[in-house]
């Protein structure tokens, strides 16, 4: 390869890394469907060594191309480094089981659709990897596809975010963290960025005005550079840019004001990741392992996909194991008690349940998510059973009905990188379950 | 960076990645003793970010000079892609405690000096980063230096040599693999390599004649191609060579003949990991989850670094909790049986005890190990209590004397890369404590 080529393939890795998974409107017709993209059937990476065309590399970015993204979802301690998030060493807190035989045939209408789904075919259609259905405690329902089992780990992707969001709420209720303090006074660098004179809280709430678009047509996006500084890679000879997420977020220019309108923005994590690295003294992975993860009876470890200097990547970079995941949105639930302890303080939870300003929110023009708003880095549905999630960008969830007292885990690989194309097919089965959950108590 | 610098930065990494972890004689003298190269005190990758002067990175080298590879060792996950081996999802097996103060003060005589030693300042001088002790399945003794702690993982790297060569023996004793048969036959891509028509047997013992140079000084050295073949970065440009562990081995080619004598080559066990491979129909990090990990209530996963193919480096890439080796040992040590159940199947730990030909090894010449041998990658002592052990270049090791219900595990990080280093203040420290442990019964 010569150097231009070299700086195009890792630009495109850079792409195809998609580090900020952000939402780009992209068309969903023409991508396999759930069976012709299944990676257990496409043979991925099996075989010693796997045959040329189902290697699927980091560098070149053939990882990130669909449907071969269905496979690195799972894998992707496989292609870059990464930091471990320690469960601790004791016993797995266990999750008493209750499977249910009536959820697959819940009917449900998906949005804008005049015609009826199954739950049991949404999970195809919205290419679910792996999904845990929890209520009252007690897994009623769990279903594994292609290449994740029980023992796997998936990208997590902006479920992440509210991790962060909630270790910012927690160090928050407990006084370590002021919300109403400027960025700068936790992370000086940050002081000539637009993150500067930003509060905390707007950035927890995702309510600062700065320049980042995730729009990946235009090359002057800034989460070209984002995702270009987080690479893992060597950076190319000629490469000049930000070498490191930290050093990025020092680079990002105001645009509009703070405080006006929630604009999702995955830079803001990253930048919360800092504000609570110095507030803490200790990176994000290390801080989730002792204040969540190790308290809260795991049964895997997890991890943090990290850039070239050790930074974990805050806006996206999580791996979990499904039931883990499954664990912490059950944590949540019960206002932060889960394992016969304390995880969170109360005020945590009832901080992300109370929601953020709706008409911050309405100024985002989320024509699907009507009444919801953002708080803690956290979606809150504001619907009747107080509903609130966590999102990412290919269907990963975390759903948390405290009305029908159920909780939902779901990792996923939809070809489409937005929320809009995994929403129709998977908000109203949840709520048409927590529904028949509730009616069969 | 011009290409040419690229390449050789390429190269570097490729060195200081010490992949096959070879043997190779430094003088001692010069470099920093165990309290001023303590990686804690040294503070890399404290900080967010850490100074620029205490960031270690994978691709330039840093990683891997000494002092800085005492933290490396303890996060080689954070430097390069790397697979899990899953311990599957149920509670750790209990290890009881039984611990010991007479042991710190244990007096033991180095090899060839002759003042004695404490226990205790023995560790120091061979850099140990964490030491357990199981007297008859008991934690008697446990210490972390530097950054290891119990929840830590290290390179085992040799040490891994006979993990695999016990999965070998696991699967001849059990009739999936036939030691007799040439590798050719479950490995033909070798055919024309000089393994082809070496035995199972062979490539097991380390008898093999193949040209494998593990001198580092010599430019043309084969560990050279094999470090570079393995490396997990994108190769540069100008590279030619092998691009993967299979693709090296089929370019090894031989040198005198099969069965004649021991020489220790890494190449050998990254050849029987392929032999693994097939016979199973399992990549070694697979199996070796399955077989033994998973089953042997270890408290934490393991994992291996994987080349750009995603083959694990058999030869060296196991990463392990402390605790876990010991576990580890003690199935051994109890003829596969534990954690209830009969792991391994007692046959393949006769073979591994009852060691190789003292002949073969006796034509290795190591001045320090009359009357061992090696079988199965383990290397047996032939001592009055049958001690055995397995063997990492900077002082990593699994020691089990069966006479004295003793097993050992031990991660280190000696600035040479050569157990010749290591062995004057542990073999003898180690049976010092087996006789004392043997006489306070």
């Known amino acids: 390869m010569v150097p231009a080529q ?12 998609g580090a900020t998974f952000a939402a780009a409107p992209q068309d969903p017709a023409g991508y396999p469907d759930a069976d012709a993209s299944d990676p257990a059937r496409l043979g ?3 075989g010693s060594p796997p045959p040329p065309d189902r290697i699927l590399r980091f560098d070149d970015g053939s990882y990130f191309r669909f449907p071969a ?9 496989q292609l870059m480094p990464t930091v471990n998030v320690s469960r601790g060493l004791g016993a797995p807190a266990p999750l008493p089981r209750a499977l249910r035989g009536d959820i697959d045939g819940l009917v449900f209408q998906p949005l804008g659709s005049d015609r009826t789904m199954t739950w049991q075919a949404s999970l195809k259609a919205n290419y679910t990897d792996g999904i845990v259905v929890l209520h009252k405690g007690r897994i009623v329902y769990e279903r594994y596809f292609g290449v994740l089992d029980q023992q796997g780990q998936h990208g997590a992707m902006s479920v992440t975010k509210s991790f962060i969001g909630t270790l910012a709420a927690m160090l928050a209720a407990e006084g370590t963290l002021d919300p109403s303090r400027r960025v700068a006074e936790y992370v000086p660098e940050l002081a000539s960025s637009a993150f500067g004179d930003a509060t905390v809280r707007q950035v927890m709430d995702m309510t600062t005005g700065i320049r980042f678009s995730e729009d990946y047509a235009d090359p002057d996006a800034e989460v070209w550079a984002h995702a270009a500084a987080g690479n893992p890679l060597p950076k190319p000879g000629d490469y000049t840019g930000p070498r490191s997420y930290y050093e990025f977020l020092q680079t990002v220019k105001p645009e509009g004001k703070h405080g006006e309108a929630f604009h999702y923005r995955t830079a803001n994590t990253d930048a919360l990741g800092w504000v609570l690295a110095r507030a803490s003294g200790k990176p994000v992975a290390q801080l989730l392992s002792e204040r969540i993860w190790s308290r809260l009876g795991a049964e895997q470890d997890a991890y943090m996909t990290v850039d070239s200097t050790g930074t974990p990547f805050a806006g996206g970079g999580l791996n979990t194991g499904l039931r883990d995941l499954a664990r912490f949105g059950e944590m949540i639930r019960n206002d932060g008690f889960f ?15 109370r ?25 809150v549905t504001h619907n009747a059973h107080g509903a609130f999630t966590a999102r990412g960008v290919h269907g990963q969830a975390i759903y948390v009905d405290p009305k029908a007292e159920m909780v939902i885990a779901r990792f996923a690989s939809h070809p489409v990188a937005s929320n809009a194309a995994n929403d129709p097919t998977s908000l109203p089965a949840y709520h048409a379950l927590a529904l028949h959950l509730m009616g069969s108590r």
């Open 6 to 17: 070299r700086h195009l393939a890792f630009l495109l890795s850079v792409f195809l890394a």
């Open 69 to 77: 993204m269905r496979w690195s979802v799972s894998h992707f301690r």
């Open 339 to 353: 394992n016969g302890r304390q995880i969170l303080p109360p005020a945590a939870v009832a901080d992300i349940r």
């Open 44 to 46: 991925w990476m099996v």
């Open 355 to 379: 929601g953020g300003d709706p008409a911050d929110f309405a100024r985002a023009g989320y024509a699907l998510l009507a009444g919801w708003t953002y708080r803690d880095m956290w979606w």
